[in-house]
């Protein structure tokens, strides 16, 4: 703490959009500043002093009252806008909830507890709200657990198939820095752009953001870039980019074109293939048309892609000449048949030759996450261990409406048939997944048929409003905690800033509590308390590293510590590359797959065994776009993170009209009588919402853009969300039966102009709660 004079002290702090510090008067966080040390902070820290102490904190344990009155069982009204809470004391609620928790394991098995709980939840190595969960999950018998994340599952279940395992956990951990990028790229050609407000993340809390400083000076020092993607903003002006504005979606087969064109004029690296692939043969004759008659020429691609044939086959001979990087960002795998454009960018990697060399070759999360190019952090982070889950049920994160609307039901899952468990009690802590998952009506039908939800929240978001079980939890400024990001120079302490908000408890202290009525309280505590466990944390890992590192006391007073043992710019693949036999890839050929035997045993029409082009329906021209013409980028937004703090200041100044800004082409605009300021309602066969309009030529006509975050408002019967969340239209599939992925990015709609009275917003106004009834 230091004070700044006028009786305010300020306080470091950590989040997952970078390290900053709070302003702090009378106990409460009257403003923020930046870092000195972050050379590019993010303004989303401005959101921080409004949502802190905003009407939405929940100040007390609360039970639904129709749960209270009825007890467990399905609701079909579970979310209703005018459903009642009723505050209750901690001994009641956890009483209650230990109650709960052992009828369900004890009658249908642990099981029976959903706790995937995906989410973000906040930075801080110890209070992250899914390791408690986890932790304290598995010490009572164990749950039903997610797998992959709704932010690259293609990447986490497609690569491993292609690059091995360790070959993928190097592509998303270990990339080129953009130092390295800078020295030895001539040409980042980059699916999805390089958008900088992406990068103002890092998950974990970064101690200053490098990657914004990073592209700038490899603009400067000269690598040249093109970016392929429906708006012109997703890459920074002065970097210099040439913009293409494919039609979304269609990646696949531009990536098929480039491909098409090497082989064609024997561009392509034959001794690379021969020495490090297997299936450059089946890819050649796939390209140049063997399997179906049809050459991906640039010319096909073209009629697809809505680009310059020419362009794409200038760009395949630029793309030969030097050292050529292609990144596909996350974007573009979050969407239906999501598998293919990573692949096919793995593919057009080979074909160039470079995979393993300084700069070049493939990489999948530039502009996507602060610390992609940041740099690897190999002496790892503090952790909380989560203990083992004697559970064995899993789903992919992604289907969890499916999961609830079928129990019992088969579905495929990277070749294996699994069956849907029977779900009786979903506990959520640290995610929003009525701002997150797709189709949220769907998702509310889903919510309807647990017999128990339980959520731990700092806000009344839509999903704490879904819960019949509700318990405050402290925000990260409530608490004693410390923090670091993959790949980061510092771990940082975050120190109280503020008191806990009402009776909001930190989940440490929550956990600890049913454990003891459970049963498992030294399981769970090991007789700590949450500040002994800091510093057992943090000793812990400070015996691990090499470096002779302060003891806590002075590493807490320190106010951090820098990390020891950042790696020296270690080659992506430069190993395999150097020796391909004594240093295989991990895939059953040992090297990279462009044909995958294994994948093409599994018989998927969704997924076929090398990269292909498949059509999604979310796209233009497509015959789904005949009713539904314009094509929707969902986004994340700038001005949060995803759906956090959406009531912050810097959030708001976005709102238009009190509704989420959606962006139209000026051309698109007109033809609908639509103009800047206007409300409009955004619709198709599942869903509707309203957004404020902005009007911008940065976008690609036909698209418009409505990022993700907007706190679901379901409270007007004219549509299903009145504040903006593009979840409100968005198709609950996968990406492939292959990864079962998030598929959010793309959405067909309609847009009009809303003429009349516009309904309030009234996302951020609190349930009715009552004392007692
Ligand atoms: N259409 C579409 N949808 C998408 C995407 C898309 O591109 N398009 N992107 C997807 C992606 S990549 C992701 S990662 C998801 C993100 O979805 P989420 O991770 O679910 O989104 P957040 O808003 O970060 O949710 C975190 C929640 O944790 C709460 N929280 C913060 N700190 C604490 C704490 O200490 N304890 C507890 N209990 N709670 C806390 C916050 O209040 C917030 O409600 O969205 C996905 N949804
Ligand atoms: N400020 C902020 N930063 C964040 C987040 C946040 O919520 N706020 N979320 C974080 C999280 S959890 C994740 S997973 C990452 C996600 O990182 P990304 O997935 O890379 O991010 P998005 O913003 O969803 O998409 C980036 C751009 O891809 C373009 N795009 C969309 N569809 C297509 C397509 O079919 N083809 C091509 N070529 N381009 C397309 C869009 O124009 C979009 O702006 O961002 C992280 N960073
Ligand atoms: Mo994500």
Partial sequence: ????????????????????????????????????????PSPVIGNAPGAQHHATRIGRPSVRRRWLEHGPGPDERRGHPDDEYVAVDWDTALDLLAGELDRVRTAHGNAAIYG??????????????????????????????????????AVEVLLPHVVGAPGTHDLLHRPATWEAVAEHTDLIVTFGGLRVSNTWTSSGGRAAHTAEPGMRDAARRGVRIVSVSPLRDDTLDGLGAEWLPASPGTDTAILLALIHVLFDEGLADKDFLARYAVGAEQLRDHVLGGTDGVPKTPEWAAGISEVDPGFLRDLARRMARGRTLVNVGWSVQRARYGEQPLWAGIALAACLGQ??????????????????????????????????????????????????????EP??????????????????????????????????????????????????????????????????????????????????????????????????????????????????????????????????????????LPAFDAFWAAGGVDIPGRAEDVTLFGAFREDPEAH???????????????????????????????????????????????????????????????????????????????????????????????????????????????????????VVQLSTGAWFDPSSAEVTCAHGNPNALTADVGTSALSQGCTGQLVLVQVERHDGPVPPMRAFDPPKIVERY
């Fill in 1 to 40: 703490m230091t004070p700044t004079g006028d009786g305010v002290a300020s306080y470091p702090t950590s989040s997952h959009w970078g390290a900053y510090q709070v302003l702090v008067r009378d106990d409460t966080v009257v403003g923020v500043r930046p870092d000195p040390g972050d050379p590019a």
């Fill in 116 to 153: 995937g709980s995906y989410g973000w939840a906040s930075a801080g190595r110890f209070h992250h709200a899914q390791s408690q969960l986890h932790r304290f999950l598995n010490t009572i018998g164990g749950y039903t657990r997610s797998r992959t994340s709704y932010s690259h599952a």
């Fill in 355 to 408: 995979i393993g060399l300084p700069g070049g070759g493939f990489a999948a999360g530039y502009g996507s996450m602060g610390n992609y190019g940041g740099g690897a952090t190999p002496g790892g982070l503090p952790r909380l261990a989560q203990g083992a889950n004697p559970v064995d049920s899993f789903i992919p994160a992604a289907r969890v409406a499916d999961m609830l609307l079928h129990p019992g």
């Fill in 411 to 548: 579905f495929d899952f990277d070749g294996r048939r699994l069956t849907y468990p029977d779900v009786r009690l979903v506990y959520w802590a640290g995610g929003n997944p009525f701002h997150h998952h797709q189709d949220l009506a769907r998702l509310g039908r889903a919510f309807g048929r647990p017999e128990t939800v339980v959520v731990h929240e700092t806000h009344w978001t839509a999903t704490a409003r879904h819960a019949d079980i509700v318990l405050p939890a402290t925000t990260s400024l409530e608490r004693d905690d410390f923090a670091a990001s993959q790949g980061d120079l510092r771990l940082r302490v975050m120190p109280r800033a503020v008191a806990a908000h009402g009776e909001a408890r930190d989940e440490y202290d929550t956990y600890a509590a049913l454990a003891r009525r459970l049963g498992a309280a030294q399981e769970f505590t090991e007789d700590r308390t949450s500040a002994e466990w800091l510093r057992h944390l943090y000793e812990e890992w400070r015996a691990g590293q090499e470096a002779d």
């Fill in 584 to 702: 295989p890839l991990r895939t059953p050929s040992g090297r990279v797959e462009l044909y995958s035997a294994t994948i093409a045993g599994f018989d998927y029409a969704d997924c076929p065994g090398h990269p292909a082009w498949l059509a999604p329906e979310e796209r233009l021209g497509s015959a789904r776009s005949e009713e539904w013409p314009l094509l929707l980028i969902a986004n994340q937004p700038s001005g949060r993170l995803h759906s956090q703090q959406d009531m912050g200041a810097h959030s708001r100044s976005q709102k238009i009209a009190d509704r989420a800004p959606i962006r139209l082409h000026p051309e698109d605009a007109a033809a609908r009588g639509i103009g800047d300021g206007d409300v409009v309602r955004v619709f198709n066969d599942r869903g509707s919402c309203l957004a404020g309009v902005r009007t911008s030529s940065d976008l690609r006509r036909g």
